[in-house]
């Protein structure tokens, strides 16, 4: 049996954050300052949507995959960077809902809800590389009560204004993949430094920087799954494989974006005496993009489906990932050229658009990555 309706409550979801942000959040993104991404934080904070996921019982919303999808859509297409900050947010949470004990979701889970609520960011990737995880060089060594950290993770999201950092660190130098383990460090730790803030070419309102961690002390306790073997590697793969299915949802916001101002801008704009939605070249265009984001949005649906379901979802969310992110760049650009000179002008939405869409072919593994994924399961 299938089912691709949504229920009245996730309606109501979309209507809220629709609203929200064509008030609070698309009037300000394009230009926005510091002051401004200040004020949009604060509004999702109030409808406590910088961690949807987060269960009910540490005060969060308690959404499924699907919903938070759904949410991500809709701020993607008001400010891909606004989404960019709650994705990583919610990556950095999932390894502590799927294996924290008690102590860790009560610590750390309500420091993202709430009106006070705050990002918080997850760091893997290493100056020396991100898709080989043999090369990880932050080494975190064992102690009698905790571990010492000590490395460097670069291009991370929300470096600087992050509550916590989920850490993805090796114990064993010799066996690095097998002895991998995630850590949740505190933002005021002593030991961690932001180093770098980085100018990037999208996704503008989202931080992205280098950290650094010099004899971080990390107590027993804000270890995920403690010292159990081979736990950190299964666990950062199923997090990752979250992490896709939203980068995903994201990818299907920006295309949205693209096609709706595309689309308006080709209803208005004469050529010949009609609007140039009434050339069938640019009409035809139009159809491919829409029926991309459907295609799109449907496979993440699918992959955040199967994440609600706690069925097998690792190549479903790859899949998700590659095609939403490949369709987002072609839509974008196809936007870019229906609106003729003024879709390479700075300050233009589509000219944004098309930045930010650059960057989701890297996140959460290149794309290439994601083909290793599938092949590997076929
Ligand atoms: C804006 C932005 C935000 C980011 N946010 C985060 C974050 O919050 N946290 C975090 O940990 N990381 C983050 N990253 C890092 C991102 O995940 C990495 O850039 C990505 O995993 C690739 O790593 P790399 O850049 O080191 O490239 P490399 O791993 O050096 O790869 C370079 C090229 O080689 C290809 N390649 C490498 N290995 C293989 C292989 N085995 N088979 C085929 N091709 C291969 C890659 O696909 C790529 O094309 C972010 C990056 C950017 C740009």
């Given at each position: 049996m299938m089912d691709?309706?949504?229920?009245?409550?996730?309606?109501?979801?979309?209507?809220?954050?629709?609203?929200?942000?064509?008030?609070?959040?698309?009037?300000f993104a394009l230009q926005a300052g510091e002051t401004e991404k200040k004020k949009m934080l604060k509004s999702l904070a109030r409808m406590n949507l910088l961690c949807p996921t987060v269960p009910k019982e540490f005060g969060g919303l308690g959404l499924g995959l699907v919903s938070s999808a759904l949410v991500v859509e809709e701020l993607a297409a008001a400010s891909p960077g606004l989404a960019a900050i709650v994705a990583a947010t919610l990556h950095a949470a999932e390894p502590i809902i799927l294996a924290g004990n008690d102590q860790q979701k009560n610590e750390f889970l309500p420091l993202l809800t709430g009106r006070e609520a705050g990002a918080a960011a997850f760091a893997?990737?290493?100056?020396?590389?991100?898709?080989?995880?043999?090369?990880?060089?932050?080494?975190?060594?064992?102690?009698?009560?905790?571990?010492?950290?000590?490395?460097?993770?670069?291009?991370?999201?929300?470096?600087?204004?992050?509550?916590?950092?989920?850490?993805?660190?090796?114990?064993?130098?010799?066996?690095k993949k097998a002895s991998l383990r995630i850590f949740l460090i505190p933002g005021h730790a002593a030991g961690l430094k932001t180093e770098e803030i980085y100018q990037t070419s999208g996704i503008n309102l989202a931080p992205v920087g280098r950290v650094k961690f010099v004899d971080v002390g990390i107590r027993d306790q804000y270890v995920i799954k403690s010292r159990e073997a081979g736990s950190g590697y299964l666990l950062l793969t199923q997090t990752f494989d979250v992490g896709r299915a939203l980068?995903?949802?994201?990818?299907?916001?920006?295309?949205?974006?693209?096609?709706?101002?595309?689309?308006?801008?080709?209803?208005?704009?004469?050529?010949?005496?009609?609007?140039?939605?009434?050339?069938?070249?640019?009409?035809?265009?139009?159809?491919?993009?829409?029926?991309?984001?459907?295609?799109?949005?449907?496979?993440?649906?699918?992959?955040?489906?199967?994440?609600?379901?706690?069925?097998?979802?690792?190549?479903?969310?790859?899949?998700?990932?590659?095609?939403?992110?490949?369709?987002?760049?072609?839509?974008?650009?196809a936007a870019a050229d229906i609106l003729g000179a003024r879709g390479y002008l700075q300050g233009n939405l589509i000219e944004q658009l098309v930045r930010d869409a650059r960057v989701l072919s890297t996140i959460e593994g290149t794309n290439h990555i994601q083909r290793l994924v599938i092949s590997s399961q076929l």
């Open positions: 691709f309706s949504l229920t009245k409550e996730q309606q109501e979801l979309i209507s809220s954050v629709k609203n929200m942000a064509s008030k609070e959040i698309t009037p893997l990737t290493e100056p020396e590389g991100g898709s080989d995880l043999n090369i990880i060089s932050t080494y975190a060594t064992a102690e009698q009560t905790g571990y010492l950290l000590n490395g460097c993770k670069d291009y991370v999201i929300n470096a600087g204004i992050a509550r916590f950092i989920t850490v993805v660190a090796a114990t064993d130098m010799l066996n980068v995903s949802a994201l990818a299907v916001g920006i295309a949205r974006a693209a096609l709706e101002h595309a689309l308006h801008f080709a209803e208005n704009r004469l050529q010949s005496g009609i609007p140039i939605k009434k050339h069938q070249a640019v009409a035809f265009t139009l159809a491919d993009m829409a029926t991309k984001i459907e295609m799109a949005r449907l496979m993440t649906w699918k992959a955040c489906w199967l994440i609600d379901q706690g069925e097998d979802y690792s190549v479903a969310s790859a899949m998700a990932k590659l095609v939403s992110s490949t369709v987002a760049q072609q839509v974008t650009c």
